[in-house]
């Protein structure tokens, strides 16, 4: 047992050197690939008629590919353009089929946020990936959120339609935002987007290196790509910026925002990033240790197993879920422990109601058993759920825990 439990905290020892593991009070950071420092994509908005012409032509010089956030009715209008910067390898995003934002900006007024409800949202957004998937082949997996407004509906009837853009696309990214994504932090349907318009690379330049130095993602936003004009992200300052990115001395990657979303994704199912679980379709919460906030003085998260081990007894883990609708719930939970470790107890809490067992055998360290454990009545609502020993012990472990599911009883 001593020996395997070496083994153990050797391979936890080593993932921690490579930086996907750190304690809970610590921040988490993401190694870019090929040992770059840091991320650029650049987006552009609306399809307008000089990106397709002057633009993409200048990036394909480069071999730099970008993100272009589409409305369907100004694609038409550079048609054939379009298809080359698609064919040239350029990621097409959709950016609404009316571009609707708040009636605030008169212009919008016939087609303000304030007047639209998320069922209308939910109509144009899939009717705009199906229009551009008929012109262009392609169906769009990326969202811009025009003027980086993020609502409908107008006082106590507003409404966010992020969680719309979360389940329909990869990504969202917003407009005029402050500062550049953190990687191992942000959330993917509310990606910052800083501008490029109107700006000299001088003015970017202290960005980017701000961002390379945190190894954060940069998100550059921009419109018209010509020599001037208002709304226009400058040519020679895409140059610049090109030439700067694709010196390697300068480590930075620069792609679309699809491709450097999915490599951080897939990074991150390797971190542990405490956020609030939601039911599925089916009304099941699914606790999983990514997704849990572990507390005490030994428990650690563990990437390689996506679980949390070396429980102490006085370590926990703690997700903050959101019942849909209030009852009794069959509890599963995934678990493993060495044979000799088996046996303590555990309590699982939630509000005034708790759920008691002990560790059953699952047949070593490696192997992972799920089964259920019990049942739980949970109130509807949002509200914290914890796992902790049920005993004090002062030697060896508890188990490593990777997930709990909580399932609606019939």
Same mark, same amino acid.
């Given at each position: ?101 708040? $009636? ?93 318009? $109107? ?109 949390? $081990? ?69 109130? $509807? ?30």
């Amino acid at each position: 047992m001593k020996y395997k439990y070496s083994l153990r905290n050797l391979s936890f020892s080593c993932l921690a050197i490579l930086g996907l593991v750190t304690s809970p009070a610590r921040s988490q950071t993401l190694r870019w690939p090929e040992g770059k420092k840091m991320a650029i994509s650049l987006t552009f908005d609306d399809a307008r008629g000089s990106q397709a012409t002057a633009g993409v032509p200048l990036l394909n010089e480069y071999g730099v590919k970008g993100t272009f956030y589409l409305v369907p009715s100004a694609v038409q209008k550079q048609l054939e353009g379009w298809k080359k910067a698609v064919a040239s390898g350029h990621e097409m995003g959709n950016h609404s089929l009316h571009h609707p934002c708040s $009636g605030n900006f008169v212009w919008s007024r016939e087609k303000a946020l304030e007047t639209y409800t998320l069922d209308q949202m939910r109509f144009e957004l899939t009717e705009t990936n199906r229009q551009i998937q008929a012109m262009l082949g392609v169906t769009p997996v990326s969202y811009a959120y025009p003027c980086g407004h993020t609502f409908v509906g107008r006082g106590r009837g507003t409404r966010s339609f992020v969680p719309l853009i979360s389940e329909l696309f990869g990504t969202g990214r917003g407009w005029l935002d402050e500062a550049p994504v953190d990687p191992a932090y942000c959330d993917f349907a509310q990606l910052t987007g800083m501008e490029t318009d $109107g700006k000299d690379f001088e003015q970017i330049l202290p960005i980017i290196e701000a961002a390379r130095k945190s190894g954060q993602w940069l998100v550059l936003a921009g419109h018209e790509m010509a020599d001037s004009g208002p709304q226009t992200t400058r040519l020679a300052m895409l140059r610049k910026l090109c030439e700067y990115a694709k010196d390697p001395n300068n480590g930075i990657w620069i792609a679309p925002v699809s491709e450097i979303a999915g490599y951080v994704k897939a990074v991150r199912d390797t971190i542990n990033i405490p956020e609030l679980v939601y039911a599925d379709a089916k009304g099941v919460l699914h606790l999983t240790a990514e997704k849990g906030k572990g507390t005490g003085p030994k428990i650690q998260y563990m990437p390689k197993w996506k679980a949390f $081990g070396w429980f102490g007894a006085k370590d926990a883990v703690e997700w903050e879920i959101d019942v849909p609708k209030g009852g009794v719930f069959e509890v599963r939970m995934e678990w493993s422990v060495d044979d000799k470790e088996a046996g303590k107890a555990f309590v699982l809490e939630a509000e005034k109601v708790s759920l008691s067992g002990k560790v059953a055998r699952s047949g070593g360290w490696e192997t992972f058993q799920s089964k259920s454990v019990g049942t739980l009545r949970l109130t $509807g609502g949002t509200q914290k759920v914890k796992f902790r020993p049920g005993q004090a012990f002062a030697d060896g472990a508890l188990l490593d825990l990777r997930k709990i599911v909580l399932t609606p009883a019939r």
